[in-house]
Nanobody
Framework: QVQLVESGGGLVQAGGSLRLSCAASGGTFSWYVVGWFRQFPGKEREFSAAIRWSGGSTVYADSVKGRFTISRDNAKNTVYLQMNSLKPEDTAVYYC????????????????WGQGTQVTVSS
């Protein structure tokens, strides 16, 4: 049973940066896709970015493309989401997820979810 733990959220001013981490325990990411989703108050979770562990191919939502970068560290079994040029509208709870994810942009494609980390961007 894979468990995911996110960290790195916090409060930042608009234009600033944060790096989120997603560490796996009880298993490895070796055959998974790992994705980041975010949830705004009163809204459904929306896809932000995903990386295929094997090969490292990535996909991004248009809303974060060019500002966010997803990456992985094989040795640490950890996936990162580097968030630059943050905007107040990026304020949300960010979740990482892992799974076979035939459709990486769809949350139903993921089997495992972290507990979420709050990101707040002040104007």
């Amino acid at each position: 049973q894979v468990q995911l733990v996110e960290s790195g959220g916090g409060l930042v001013q608009a234009g600033g940066s944060l790096r989120l981490s997603c560490a796996a325990s009880g298993g490895t990411f070796s055959w998974y896709v790992v994705g980041w989703f975010r949830q705004f108050p009163g809204k459904e979770r929306e896809f932000s970015a995903a990386i295929r562990w094997s090969g490292g191919s990535t996909v991004y939502a248009d809303s974060v493309k060019g500002r966010f970068t997803i990456s992985r560290d094989n040795a640490k079994n950890t996936v990162y989401l580097q968030m630059n040029s943050l905007k107040p509208e990026d304020t949300a709870v960010y979740y990482c997820a892992a799974g076979p994810a035939r459709t990486p942009t769809a949350q139903g494609s993921y089997n495992y979810w972290g507990q979420g980390t709050q990101v707040t961007v002040s104007s």
